[in-house]
Nanobody, 123 residues
Framework: QVQLVESGGGLVQIGGSLRLSCAAS????????MGWFRQAPGKEREFVAA???????YYANSLKARFTVSRDNRDNTVYLQMNSLEPEDTAVYYC?????????????????WGQGTQVTVSS
């Protein structure tokens, strides 16, 4: 069992930055790839980024220039640095854990989810 708790969301102006954190607890964190997803109102949950135990990184093509995923295995924490934020980035951001490899990571194959943190980019 893995518990995930996100933090770091909030209100930011266009062009600003935020860093989201996801604290994981439970067993065998090293066996899990970690990912970030987001869901805007009226839209499906979409993949943002994933990172393996060894820090191999994967991104949604449209976001790789502005977002960076990282993890600290000593503290069981995953981060998402978001720069040059746009109104279209407004969504609830979710942390997820997937047993095994980081790819492919999709909303349908993750094993655990956090409760989500709201990110709002104001125009």
């Amino acid at each position: 069992q893995v518990q995930l708790v996100e933090s770091g969301g909030g209100l930011v102006q266009i062009g600003g930055s935020l860093r989201l954190s996801c604290a994981a607890s439970g067993h065998s964190f090293s066996n899990y790839a970690m990912g970030w997803f987001r869901q805007a109102p009226g839209k499906e949950r979409e993949f943002v980024a994933a990172i393996s135990w060894s820090s191999a990184r994967y991104y949604a093509n449209s976001l790789k220039a502005r977002f960076t995923v990282s993890r600290d295995n000593r503290d069981n924490t995953v981060y998402l640095q978001m720069n040059s934020l746009e109104p279209e980035d407004t969504a609830v951001y979710y942390c997820a854990a997937k047993w095994g490899t980081a790819q492919p990571m999709a909303a349908g194959n993750c094993d655990y989810w956090g409760q989500g943190t709201q990110v709002t980019v104001s125009s």
